[in-house]
Each structure stands twice: as structure tokens, then as C-alpha cells.
């Protein structure tokens, strides 16, 4: 089945440390993102990336960062600068050849919680 | 700039009554609108969408019609399940350099038998 998967589904880290969360999907989209759900803030945009080799800053990038080397794989990294970093994370895909349809499509999540 | 505000939840009905979820944007232009829903230990899921002025986006029983003069897209239906409860997120598309979503702080409803 075509789909975005997420590992892992839960994650403890202690303060200092970096974290990589994984994102894979194979649905053959172009496009991928990241976004943090907070209880009550909905969800933010941390980055995305629209081809291989290439992505941008959303709206709260400051100790996150990214990469794009495959297609298929975007994997984040909640870097130890990120002063709140527990939070649920979510990516999603959408293609790019179809324009902008606002269609995207979401993994399962990535729940992170700092000790 | 780009903005999404929806009415506070949670939101507990019982079955079969009828729901609404107020959702208001600003932005600039006319964007497109969108529901996405959240069910439990899931990611979100696109529900329905409208992507011009009176446009009626409907699935599952859900509708919202995009008005203009009131910017709003709130989300109704006439007789919910327990299979309903979710959490609902309005959300409008921006397009800068590529498509993003800005999304509402998201509505938690309950349905109970």
C-alpha cells in the first residue's frame, strides 16, 4: 500500500541531545513537509522541500534542520537549540505536478517528549 | 497575513444532533479553504475543500461553503456519529514559491452514544 511512514511513533530524549525523526513515503510525490501539532496551536510549518537537494524554512525552523537527498526519505533533526521541542510531529507529501491542489497527504506522527 | 481561527473545543454531542465548527480566515486574495480531520492515534486527512467564492465542499455527510463577504468556512453536519469524533482542523493554501497550508488551531469533538 502507497502511503507516508513515520518512525519512530514515540520518542524520549534528554535534554542536550539531537533527535532525528524519519519520514518515508512512496507514494511518488515530489513535495514533503513537516509540521509540529501543539495542544490548541494547531499545526505549524517547520520545513518543506518541494524537489531533491533542495528545501526552505517554514514558520518555526529555529533548531530543526532538515534533508532531502532521495525522494523519498525527509528526515528531521530536532537539534539540541530547540527550546521546547516536545511535541507531536507530523509529515505529509503532496504533488507538485498536479499544482496546487492544498491536497497533502500525512503520516501517522512522531511523538517526541524531552526528559 | 495569512490567519485561520476556529471555535474553541472541546465539542461533546450526543448522537445524532447536528454540528457546526466555525472556522474564519484572513488572507489576502481568495484562497483556497479546506477541512482536514484527525482521527484518533492518526495523521490528518483531507475531508473536504472549496477553492472559490459559494463553492459547497461536501464528503461523509460533512458540508462548508466558502463565503466570502463573512470569510468564513464552517463546517457542519446534520446528524453526527460516534464514529465522528476527531479532531478538525480548518486550513486556507497559500502559494509562495509553493503551496502551503496554514492551519486553525483544531476543534476536538466527542460524540456520545
Known amino acids: 500500500d502507497g502511503g507516508i511512514t513515520q518512525s519512530p511513533k514515540y520518542l524520549f530524549r534528554k535534554e542536550g541531545q539531537n533527535v532525528t525523526l524519519s519520514c518515508e513515503q512512496n507514494?511518488?510525490?515530489?513535495?514533503m513537509y513537516w509540521y509540529r501539532q501543539d495542544p490548541g496551536q494547531g499545526l505549524r510549518l517547520i520545513y518543506y522541500?518541494?524537489?531533491?537537494?533542495?528545501?526552505q524554512k517554514g514558520d518555526i525552523a529555529e533548531g530543526y534542520s532538515v534533508s532531502r537527498e532521495k525522494k523519498e526519505s525527509f528526515p528531521l533533526t530536532v537539534t539540541s537549540a530547540q527550546k521546547n521541542p516536545t511535541a507531536f510531529y507530523l509529515c505529509?507529501?503532496?504533488?507538485?505536478?498536479?499544482?496546487?491542489?492544498?491536497?497533502?497527504?500525512f503520516g501517522e506522527g512522531s511523538r517526541l517528549t524531552v526528559l | 497575513g495569512n490567519s485561520v481561527t476556529q471555535m474553541e473545543g472541546p465539542v461533546t454531542l450526543s448522537e445524532e444532533a447536528f454540528l457546526t465548527i466555525n472556522c474564519t480566515y484572513t488572507?489576502?486574495?481568495?484562497?483556497?479553504l479546506f477541512w482536514y480531520v484527525q482521527y484518533p492515534g492518526e495523521g490528518l486527512q483531507l475531508l473536504l475543500k472549496?477553492?472559490?467564492?459559494?463553492d459547497k465542499g461536501s464528503n461523509k455527510g460533512f458540508e462548508a461553503t466558502y463565503r466570502k463577504e463573512t470569510t468564513s468556512f464552517h463546517l457542519e453536519k446534520g446528524s453526527v456519529q460516534v464514529s465522528d469524533s476527531a479532531v478538525y482542523f480548518c486550513?486556507?493554501?497559500?502559494?509562495?514559491?509553493?503551496?502551503?497550508?496554514?492551519f486553525g488551531q483544531g476543534t476536538r469533538l466527542t460524540i456520545n452514544p
Open positions: 505529509a507529501s503532496s504533488l507538485r505536478d498536479r499544482g496546487y491542489t492544498g491536497e497533502l497527504f
Open positions: 522541500s518541494q524537489i531533491v537537494n533542495d528545501f
Open positions: 507514494l511518488n510525490h515530489d513535495a
Open positions: 472549496a477553492t472559490k467564492a459559494d
Open positions: 486550513a486556507l493554501l497559500i502559494i509562495q514559491g509553493a503551496q502551503k497550508l496554514v
Open positions: 488572507a489576502t486574495g481568495y484562497p483556497s
